[in-house]
């Protein structure tokens, strides 16, 4: 890793923006100096631009490592991103061009969303669903998502959004956990050709008693056949006709929880992230238009991260949305019905800013230039990416064939938990420099810090924390604050640990070096070893398993499984039978995305004398390097065995 970030770091390619951008950009270098001079003034600053039910005299309350902020202010969520803009006159302005992925269009102005909101605020109140429940959503990419967040938001519900592709075990450790309601859902919707069922997987999550759902608000897409619970299920579009239409948004407190979004820790428990309202909107907002140079009376924003991510959350819902600028969004996949489809949405909605993440930029490689060469694309002005680091090459081709080698590409560099960008480039200030994330957001201050809290000497590698609180920062693990303390506190005191690893360069410039710990990334994906692993061992046929992050051309990372077979089954079974059934395990189990690439069946585990497994020594073999020191091996044969069975 460190001979490699070496060689990056001798890259001398420099891209400032060029002059006629930087003369109309939404800001200029002076936002640093404005947020040094007074960090929490300009927070201030900055929540101001929103719109206040009641205005806050308190900035922040900070008793590490618990904030608040603006906090005897109220706001409403919804509000900011829907009524204010009709009010200002913008009601005619496109909020969403949609496309499903059969190529149908719809086109919702933001009068039209506002109209959706205040009707669907009204279908949930009268579910009696009331200020501090919470809501499971379980969405693909529709309108009809966003309208669920929104109005979960107006009228103070806080939602849960769960990723379409994860599996009933996972819907339901959610549900429990956060003690849902309401579940919000669709019948089915379209992906790669097919109709891809949901609600299905919704039924099989609730079939089991003991949870507190009351109702399960379908809406109509997919028009697959699905069972219908009586008393419990509900069309959307039938509860929508007969709402009322007016809804009146009350201010809430400014800390009134917002969301809480699973992800994924180093145990086996996916930790539930709480966001709260006015802290979040504000970072979200402001980081939304100072990165990507965001001037909403004439761009079109697209970002493609599904709603059931933190990227959905901050830069599909509230970020782009509390600043009223067009969007794109689509169902489906990218190569559905053809690899022409996102070059053709870019040229038919004259999108200005592109925002997706590497492991996208890489498949388009792969796929070839010749597709997005045959789109018009000269309305692109700005490319942003997030969830993983961006090898230059990936950075370059993305400038040089999606930018036509001119737009900037801003590397975006933040967290579920820090619900907004945090290191980033802004595109009409920053000189970059492919794979650098570059600098702190102004009024974001971290350190680099080594095992014992010491800020590293510049150009050395070190943990990445964040050194004081900042408005978007989640607030606690929900129901398990002792585990907030524990991940995120307690190894830096006040300071937060992000799990990431960084080094500043000679010209201050930003490096991510990847996750320390137990994390993988794959596809920009966070996804827990100690998940996985917990997923293989309930099988029957395993005895032990271990899993980790191989370095992958595509995906950046993907999941490699070693397991030892039970006796009894490796004899009724091949090793190529057991290896597709644990595959197939772990998506039934988890979801599609933690499938492995490999499963390796093996005859043991290298571990040290204490019984710690080796990982570092699993990812040599994974990645088919020469396996490194292996002194502390209890057994030193081990590797040798496994390397005999990979083969
Ligand atoms: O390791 C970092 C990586 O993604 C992790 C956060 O994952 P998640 O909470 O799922 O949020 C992803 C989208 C915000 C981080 O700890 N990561 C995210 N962005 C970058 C990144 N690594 C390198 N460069 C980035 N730009």
Redesign the pocket.
Known sequence: MNESIDSLMNEVRRFPPSEEFRAESVVDASIYDAAEADRLQFWADRARELHWHEEFTQVLDWQPPHAKWFYDGKINVAYNCLDRHVEAGNGDRVAFHWEGEPGDQRKITYAEMTAEVKRLANVMLGLGIRKGDRVAIYMPMIPESVAAMLACARIGATHTTVFGGFSPQNLRMRVDDADAKLVITVDGFNRKGKVFALKPTVDTALEAEGHNVENVLVVRRGENEIDWNAGRDIWYHEAMADAEPEHVAEGMEAEHPLFILY??GTTGNPKG?LHTSAGYLTQAAYTHRIVFDIKPERDVFWCT?DVG???GH?YVVYGPMANGVTQVMSEGTFDTPTPHRPWQMIERYGVTVFYTA?TAIRTFMKIGREYPQESDLSSLRVLG??????NPEAWMWYRDVIGGGKTPVV????????GA?M??PLAGVTELTPGS?EHVIPGIEIGILNEKGEPVPQGQGGLLTITSPWPGMLRTIWGDDKRYRETYWEKFGDKYF???GARIDDNGDIW?L??VDD?M?VS???LSTAEIESSLVAHEATAEAAVVGASDATTGQAVVAFVILKSRFEQTKSVEEAEAILRKHVADDIGAIARPRQVFIVPDLPKTRSGKIMRRLLRDLAEGREVGDTTTLADGSVVKAIQEQMR
């Open positions: 992800t994924s992230i991260a991510w933190v990227t901050s590497p990416t997030v969830g993983e680091p961006i590397d975006t560099w933040w967290q579920t938990e820090t960008i290191i980033s994330a992000a799990g990431d991510l990847g996750r994390v990334n920009g994906h966070r």
